[in-house]
């Protein structure tokens, strides 16, 4: 039958030739070479090998009088007094510190200028200056008295009988201590979101449950890691008390110096490994403690050092499952 005029004629193609499916094999993912961080790597470790090195072969370190010096009952006792006065001056000072950011945070303009003065005057003064200012306290004013301003006294007490080693640096340290942490508090205080006060006041919270139970503990989180920096710096400024004839750690030590010359580079080290232990466990506190603060502001609480260990370790082991496997 012949087609009309025009008629286009459909032509059904021929079916097209699929290529045969390639065998998928498995291939490893090469890391990115970083030679720079080799490099780096292994500068440090030479450095620190070099420095264990000389540790331990020479022999000005006298690492025999390190032992007999560590544990010596003069070196305890000295040790107890560092501690004894970083306590005091530790919880002191936090709590000057509190007294003193409220004051700054108040709208009494009186308050403010007074707390700014005071923070401004100890940051400015060497602490050093403080402590021997107390230590002469007594040549300005020999006696102290409690009664009405500018008027009779009630009480009379003896300076210097009060003005004991012990309590010199304590006050100086606590003073020091407190210009510090009235920064750390304030800044701590103004971390928290405004809604929270906000919050607080509707429901007509009064003030001072309101800083006890709402803003200061979330102002901790904020708090804890900058004040615990001040403790460390505080325990090592414990060493400046030697000054106002308190025998501190450091004290001792500078003293068995005196006594015995060849001792005191052994001295200076047990000094020192005693200094570090002290700080590396204040770490440790501060590290559960911002953990503990942590909950409810961060949806997984940081891993433990155990946990770190466990995690490292297991993932070591997979690695090596899967390189046996390949």
Do not use: C
Not at 167 to 173: D, E, N
């Amino acid at each position: 039958m012949s087609e009309p005029p025009g008629a286009v004629t459909l032509v059904e193609a021929p079916p097209a030739e699929h290529p045969p499916p390639r065998k998928l094999t498995a291939q490893r993912v090469q890391p990115l070479r970083r030679p720079g961080r080799w490099i780096a790597t292994a500068v440090v470790l030479v450095l620190a090998a070099q420095f264990a090195h000389g540790l331990v072969t020479n022999p000005f370190y006298q690492w025999d009088r390190f032992a007999y010096w560590f544990l010596r009952p003069t070196i305890l006792d000295g040790l107890l007094i560092t501690l004894e006065v970083t306590a005091w001056s530790a919880v002191l000072g936090l709590l000057g510190g509190i007294l003193l950011a409220l004051a700054r945070l108040s709208r009494s303009p009186v308050l403010r200028a007074a707390s700014w003065t005071y923070v401004w005057a100890l940051r400015s003064v060497p602490l050093i200056v403080v402590l021997l200012f107390l230590y002469n306290f007594s040549a300005l004013y020999k006696t102290l008295s409690v009664g009405v301003p500018f008027g009779p006294s009630f009480f009379t007490f003896d300076e210097s009988r009060l003005a004991t080693d012990m309590a010199i640096a304590v006050i100086g340290l606590s003073l020091n201590e407190a210009a510090y942490a009235a920064e750390v508090v304030r800044g701590g205080i103004l971390s928290v979101d405004q809604g929270q006060h906000e919050a607080s006041s509707a429901l007509g919270l009064p003030k001072g449950y309101q800083f006890r139970r709402i803003v200061f503990p979330q102002a901790l989180r904020s708090i804890t890691p900058n004040y615990v920096n001040q403790l460390i710096g505080l325990i090592k400024s414990t060493s400046l008390v030697f000054y106002v004839s308190l025998l501190d750690l450091f004290g001792t030590a500078q003293s068995m110096g005196s006594t015995y010359p060849g001792d005191i580079v052994p001295l200076l080290l047990v000094v020192t490994v005693w200094y570090l232990i002290l700080t590396s466990l204040v770490s440790v506190v501060q590290f559960y403690v911002e953990r503990y603060f942590a909950r409810g502001a961060t949806r997984s609480l940081p891993p433990t050092p155990l946990q770190k260990l466990r995690t490292g370790l297991r993932d070591l082991r997979e690695r090596a499952r899967r390189e046996a496997a390949v």
